[in-house]
C-alpha cells in the first residue's frame, strides 16, 4: 500500500518557476534515497536530481544552478525547486523512492505530474 502522492504540476510561462512534491507513505520503511525524473514521448525516464536520507544531493548537468532538491525527512516529502523554467523542461515528472523494509519490492514510482513550460 505504499504509494508517492504528487503535487505542484502545472503550466508556466519561459523564465517561471514551479515547486514539485511528493510524500511516501503506507508503510514501515525506511527511506534511503528521493529522486525526481522526467520523462518526454519517445524517450526514456531520465533522472533530473536525487536527494539521499543523509542530503546528498545530484543533479543531472541540464537543470544545475535551476533547479533544486531538498527533503523532509520527518515527512518522508522530497521537493523540486524548478527555476528559470525552459520549454525543453516539459515533460511529465516522476517523483521515485528507494525503500527498505518489509515491502514486496524496494523501488516506487509516483504517478507522474504535468509539466508545461510554454508562452
Known amino acids: 500500500q505504499v504509494q508517492l502522492v504528487e503535487s505542484g504540476g502545472g503550466l508556466v510561462q519561459p523564465g517561471g518557476s514551479l515547486r514539485l512534491s511528493c510524500a511516501a507513505s503506507g508503510g514501515i520503511f525506511s527511506v534511503n534515497a528521493m529522486a525526481w525524473y522526467r520523462q518526454v514521448p519517445g524517450k526514456q525516464r531520465d533522472l533530473v536530481a536525487q536527494i539521499t536520507s543523509g542530503g546528498s544531493t545530484k543533479y543531472a548537468d541540464s537543470v544545475k544552478g535551476r533547479f533544486s532538491i531538498s527533503s523532509d525527512n520527518a515527512k518522508n516529502t522530497v521537493y523540486l525547486q524548478m527555476n528559470s523554467l525552459k520549454p525543453e523542461d516539459t515533460a511529465v515528472y516522476y517523483c521515485?523512492?528507494?525503500?527498505?523494509?518489509?515491502?514486496?519490492?524496494?523501488?516506487?514510482w509516483g504517478q507522474g505530474t504535468q509539466v508545461t513550460v510554454s508562452s
Open positions: 521515485y523512492a528507494d525503500l527498505d523494509g518489509f515491502l514486496p519490492k524496494h523501488d516506487y
